[in-house]
């Protein structure tokens, strides 16, 4: 590994990081950014959409925009390195992560939901320029990360972006939200916008309570997954740092990263800590070097207490509530518009109503054909007299304006109207559509409460991997594979009025969007950066080199052997917590970049990169 000592000359220091930028605005920059777009969806014409397509956010189309035009300018210096050493410096690693791309690429431009795979959708923005610019991103890293000193510089901007989010979630943790300040809503709100705002305009930016901490992010569990995947490089930053106020630098953005942590309430961001930790401390441990995980330990339990006792948190309980894998019932499990009436499953019993809107009266019978009697009740609303279907009631309602419809009230009201000779669902946008039983995975189905809801979303996100193996439907294109229009479901799921974007579940929307083929992918890049970065951290372990009295090919140097080990700790907190989120714009870019600085450092002193 090369190391320069000694005074260098502008010119080198320039020449140095120039290269670096991208990178730099990748790990420090791209995630601060924060600013409010207002976008017409497109998706009005849909069953699962309101009426009216205008929506605004913050946190995702900047960094979408701004990530695309530094992957496009590495893109360029990649080219222009390669020509000019006339070779294409290669680590076979990044064969899987090749075939990702393709897929992605090949998934865009054959999916059905043109133009979205190309532009972005709803609440999401990762189109497939952004699935490859994490390629690109990775690949980069991996050229242009040559030794020790380009892993400082990298290191401490990440360090530097860092900080200045721990300190945005801090002001958020005591309720005085730095965006939603007079200053915060200048920077981030454009003046054209800023004069239609009712009030003083947080109702813009703050989309969550108090005590809820989510940074520039668009949602508090994407804190869940950035502080796994950069607390480890922070930590064993703070210990591989020569200079004292480095290593107070770093350790102050560590703690600041685990505060914010329980300040989003993240508990999938719990489970991929303790899994970065657990890493770090079973090699540590077999190294010799406890001093370090003690530290990180104490440190961790100490602002866990220090968190509890004074936000009077319910953080444990949080916790321990995703393991709750209790059988749910629901009263309500299906609902389906035929063409001689509505039938509904409501407590494992199906009743078929049909309506006649001239006279107003209803005919209900059983699965079986057999007509059901029914009464009318103190409210004027109609009751089946049979024994299980009590809390059941129907009733004639008017929809709309020359529109007779009726209600059937099962845990909530559900409206209908028939026309044209036949039966529709009213949906809470006001539009006539069939309705239908959505297909999903059973055990997930009666389970659908476990992981804080995530279940039920999942059980019904199984089966639509089967449809797309090869090709997938298209990156960002989850809103319309998922029955969005099943409202049974979403009432079930505890996702009633929202639209679901995203599996959360990183492996499920992969496999879903840009095929099983390129998830398969995804996890074979993974374990092959993982099985190099543990090779190359036996191979430049000090004591190894100690006893063999050698000098390593490899990393060889304790501060790059230091972070090589976070890295790899941190990728794999960021893929415990992937389980349960999603890829996002406003991380994933950051855990592409890290995972391709690894083989970076396991290259440093080889001369096919240079």
């Known amino acids: 590994m090369s190391k320069h000592s000694g005074k260098k000359a502008p010119d080198r220091i320039t020449a140095r990081i120039l290269p670096l930028l991208p990178l730099i605005m990748v790990l420090a920059v791209i995630p601060l950014i924060f600013r409010l777009y207002q976008y017409d969806t497109g998706l009005q014409n849909y069953d699962f959409f309101a009426n009216e397509g205008i929506s605004s956010e913050f946190a995702l189309h900047g960094k979408m925009v701004a990530f695309i035009a530094v992957s496009a300018a590495m893109l360029i210096l990649i080219l222009y390195k390669s020509i000019k050493n006339r070779r294409f410096a290669f680590d076979r690693t990044f064969i899987p992560l090749f075939i990702y791309g393709t897929a992605a690429l090949l998934s865009a431009i054959f999916s059905k939901y043109q133009p979205y795979p190309f532009t972005g959708s709803f609440e999401q923005f990762e189109p497939v320029w952004c699935l490859l610019g994490y390629v690109v991103a990775a690949y980069y890293a991996y050229l242009y990360v040559n030794d020790e000193d380009d892993l400082k510089i990298l290191v401490r901007a990440l360090a530097a972006g860092a900080g200045i989010l721990v300190l945005i979630g801090l002001t958020q943790i005591f309720d005085r939200d730095i ?119 104490t440190a961790f339990l100490l602002l866990l207490a220090v968190y509890i006792v004074f936000g009077n948190n319910d953080y444990l309980k949080r916790i321990k509530s995703v393991f709750n894998i209790t059988e749910t019932t629901y009263d309500v499990t299906g609902i389906e518009t035929l063409e001689d009436g509505v039938r509904i499953v409501y407590k494992n019993k199906g009743l078929t109503v049909s309506f006649d809107p001239e006279r107003l009266g209803f ?63 009213y949906t809470p946008y006001g539009k006539l559509i069939g309705h239908s039983i959505s297909r999903s995975n059973a055990w997930l189905d009666r389970h659908g409460l476990i992981a804080t809801g995530r279940g039920f979303l999942w059980s019904r996100t199984l089966p639509l991997i089967g ?70 951290l036996k191979l430049s372990d000090p004591a190894v080199k100690d006893q063999t009295g050698g000098t390593c090919t490899g990393a060889g140097e304790k501060y790059a052997h230091g972070i090589l080990l976070a890295i790899l700790a941190g990728t794999a907190g960021y893929m415990t917590a992937a389980i349960f989120n999603d890829s996002s714009i406003a991380i994933a870019p950051l855990f592409w970049t890290l995972t391709g600085i690894g083989p970076a450092v396991a290259g440093f002193g080889r001369e096919n990169k240079r």
């Open 467 to 536: 449809r797309n193996i090869v090709i997938g439907s298209g990156p960002d294109t989850f809103v319309f594979e998922y029955p969005g229009a099943d409202f049974v479901a979403s009432y079930n799921s505890r996702n009633w009025g929202l639209v679901v974007t995203k599996p959360h579940c990183m492996y499920l929307q992969i496999a879903v969007q840009t095929g099983l083929v390129s998830l398969l992918a995804v996890l074979a890049y993974y374990v092959m950066f993982a099985a190099g970065s543990i090779k190359e």
């Open 363 to 425: 005919s209900c019978r059983d699965d079986s054909g057999e007509e059901l009697y029914m009464s009318l009740n103190d409210k004027n609303r109609l009751t089946i007299d049979d024994p299980g279907y009590e809390g059941l009631t129907i009733r004639p309602v008017q929809l709309e304006d020359n529109l007779n419809g009726f209600e059937i009230y099962a845990s909530r009201a559900w409206y209908f109207a028939r026309r044209n000779g036949k039966y529709y669902y």
């Open 179 to 297: 965006l939603s300040s007079g200053f915060g809503r200048w920077l981030t709100i454009p003046s054209k916008y800023y004069r239609q705002l009712s009030g003083d305009g947080n109702e813009f930016i703050r989309k969550f309570k108090i005590w809820r901490v989510f940074m520039t992010f668009s949602n508090p569990n994407y804190v869940g997954s950035y502080v796994p995947l950069i607390s480890p490089v922070m930590l064993m930053a703070a210990f591989e740092a020569e200079k004292t106020r480095e290593k107070i630098a770093y350790g102050a953005v560590y703690a600041g990263l685990i505060v914010c942590l329980f300040g989003s309430g993240s508990k999938t961001g719990f489970a991929g800590l303790i899994v970065s930790m657990v890493i770090l401390a079973a090699y540590l441990l077999k190294t010799g070097r406890k001093k370090i995980i003690l530290t990180a330990f």
